[in-house]
């Protein structure tokens, strides 16, 4: 796991070292051990390296092929880097070091960019290609590893994170208000777009080549839920174990001290287990504890580690958040709100004090439908299809308005449903899982913000996507959604950031390309049957975890956000809040806020995913653009 950056000289002149050494500098938290870089009249490249492969200094980065013609720079992990070296050495490679760099670079001097469909692993890297005067970038299929890139006025610069191209001198901040709407509907900003204008994702599955002429952008892999296996279930019990066991005992391959994230859940207890059967040595652990016994995993955690005898180690997170949050939030370039970031930093840093590489269970929710909202949108698009569209669109509405006017917990819902249920599928299931209503959003945001965005709603990301599916049901069609959007813009970017804040390596089994292409392959009813969710990964891990465990109720790394604003956040929250340059003031009318803020102290209201999302935007805005206008 390492940091990338660099620039293009075409059009620009950056200023040479000075400015590759100043992109650097900025990542240094991902990649303590070395750096380097690499620069010529077209191009400038700079690395920083988290050794965990080849500790010699003959892994440093930039490293060059064998005739010196290619230049790579790279972030990540190649799992299957071993079986293409042995192919690359049958051809008569000569490699200089034990590398998966090594490998990239060797194996597209032979086969160019089809080198891609090769590559089994978590990855962004940079390839500059002298004889073609061509710089190729590309992203791992499921964008495990983040790229940025800025490109305005024949300018281009990329990076692991935009704090590596905001390091340039004049990069524009222009924040995008269709960002900042889409970032109070998911809690984050959705690829291909940053919250700043000029500045972009390389989404997941895409490659750049980047020449004189300008820069072209191909999808090289999508996920197909089209060719539904029909094989046994047995039959695909047992191959996803073994594809399992394969691909934990291929992540497990380190020179330097492996362990394993632990929350007690399905998915990382399941990971454990296989390191266990693959470990000559007990796996260390990791597991963060709240003192809010209803967002507490840890005694789960605990049973695992003591019946695979793991060396297990545990924190509490007690009220201290606040001290450290903005700590945490200043590893993101732009906002980002999912309140899981707060565990998810405490259980890295745990970490990294006994380990470099973790082992992580992300990715068996939305592989193998695990989530909770998986049978709420079930319910409800059931009853969805008990009515004609002409009824649903019509009469819904008007009965949604009526029960808005009941008291309580019972017309919120009322309300909510019925507003779902007048939609088609693809919006309903945007409205289910969207952060903030229309009707909330309508109420706090500025009529000047509102008129820039007339016209625009959050919605088609998830609309967009989901009408690309090609699944045959609706089950493979909003998972297909969240694998390319909630996961790749949510989970994957939080664990990265938190992972890399502390200088930890974090790897993740279930999202081997293999594993998500035989879960898309798998018939509906072998991952979500009669309310159970993640049945078949639930069966292949029945032998491994205890009952009581495996069938328990989700928590996942969940944050009493509700709780902390009345407390612990209380204070910071109202300094940040209702402080005159606050970004939150650009964007929202302050008396229709103090409202929300009002209703939520006096427990009318639970208002504290919202409020978080207030917060966590305005101490980005903070740290990244009123700090730099001053």
Request: glycine share 6%; net charge negative; aromatic share 12%.
């Amino acid at each position: 796991m390492c940091g990338i950056a660099g620039f293009s000289l075409f059009n620009y002149n950056e200023g040479g070292e000075k400015a590759l050494h100043d992109m650097h500098h900025a990542i240094l938290h991902r990649g303590p051990d070395a750096s380097g870089t690499y620069l010529d009249e077209h191009i400038g490249l700079c690395h920083r390296r988290l050794s965990i492969l080849d500790l010699s200094e003959a892994g440093n980065q930039p490293m060059f092929s064998a005739d010196g013609n290619l230049v790579i720079v790279f972030n990540g992990e190649i799992y299957n880097f071993l079986e293409l070296r042995e192919s690359l050495a049958a051809q008569g490679v000569q490699f200089k070091s034990h590398t998966d760099t090594e490998v990239i670079l060797e194996l597209y001097a032979r086969e160019g960019i089809q080198c891609l469909q090769k590559l089994n692993g978590m990855f962004a890297f940079a390839l500059w290609d002298k004889t073609k005067q061509e710089l190729f970038i590309a992203r791992d299929r499921l964008g495990k590893k983040p790229l940025y890139y800025f490109s305005d006025n024949g300018r281009f610069a990329f990076g692991s994170e935009i704090k590596a191209i905001l390091a340039l001198q004049d990069i524009p901040r222009d924040i995008r208000l269709d960002a900042v709407y889409d970032f109070f509907a998911y809690q984050y900003v959705p690829d291909p777009k940053s919250i700043f204008q000029h500045i972009h994702k390389l989404p997941p599955a895409h490659y750049m080549v980047l020449n004189k002429d300008g820069f072209t952008i191909t999808e090289y892999w999508d996920l197909s839920f089209k060719n539904t296996s029909r094989e046994s279930e047995e039959h695909n019990k047992a191959r996803l174990k073994a594809l399992l066991e394969k691909v934990t005992k291929q992540r497990m391959i380190s020179d330097v001290p492996l362990g394993a994230f632990l929350s007690g859940g399905v998915d990382s207890s399941g990971v454990v287990a296989m390191m266990a059967e693959a470990s000559p040595t007990p796996v260390k652990t990791c597991t963060i504890g709240f003192d809010n016994k209803d967002f507490n995993e840890a005694d789960f955690a605990r049973e695992i580690a003591e019946k695979y005898n793991t060396e297990h180690h545990e924190f509490t997170v007690h009220q201290n958040v606040a001290e450290q949050l903005e700590h945490i939030v200043s590893f993101f370039d732009e906002p980002f709100a999912d309140p899981s970031l707060v565990p998810t930093y405490f259980v890295s840093e745990l970490a990294r004090k006994a380990v470099t590489v973790a082992l992580a269970g992300d990715g068996g929710d939305e592989m193998f439908a695990g989530y909770e909202k998986y049978t709420t949108d079930n319910i409800e698009n059931k009853l969805r299809n008990k009515f004609p569209e002409s009824v649903r669109k019509t009469l819904f509405p008007t009965l949604a308005s009526l029960a808005g006017r009941v008291p309580g917990t019972v017309g919120k819902k009322a309300k909510s449903l019925l507003t779902t249920l007048s939609h088609d599928a693809a919006m309903g299931f945007y409205i289910t899982n969207s952060m903030i209503t229309d009707e909330m959003w309508n109420s706090l945001v500025k009529p000047d913000v509102a008129e820039k965005l007339q016209g625009y709603h959050p919605s088609h990301y998830t609309i967009d996507t989901y009408h690309k599916a090609d699944g045959p049901d609706h089950l493979s069609k909003i998972l297909y959604t969240d694998i390319k959007t909630y996961m790749t813009g949510d989970i994957l970017v939080k664990v990265d950031r938190m992972s890399m804040a502390n200088s930890l390596e974090v790897r993740a089994p279930i999202l081997d390309y293999q594993v998500a292409e035989f879960a898309a392959s798998l018939p509906s009813e072998q991952k979500y049957r009669d309310g159970e969710k993640k049945y078949l990964l639930k069966e292949v891990f029945k032998p491994f975890i205890p009952e009581s465990l495996l069938y328990r109720k989700k928590m996942g790394f969940s944050t009493p956000l509700d709780e902390w604003f009345r407390g612990e956040l209380k204070t910071l929250a109202e300094t940040r809040f209702f402080d005159r340059k606050s970004g939150l003031t650009d964007i929202f009318n302050v008396s229709e806020f103090q409202k929300v803020w009002t209703e939520h102290q006096s427990k009318k209201s639970n208002f504290g995913i919202i409020l978080w999302s207030m917060l966590m935007y305005d101490l980005w805005y903070k740290a990244y653009v009123a700090e730099k206008n001053e």
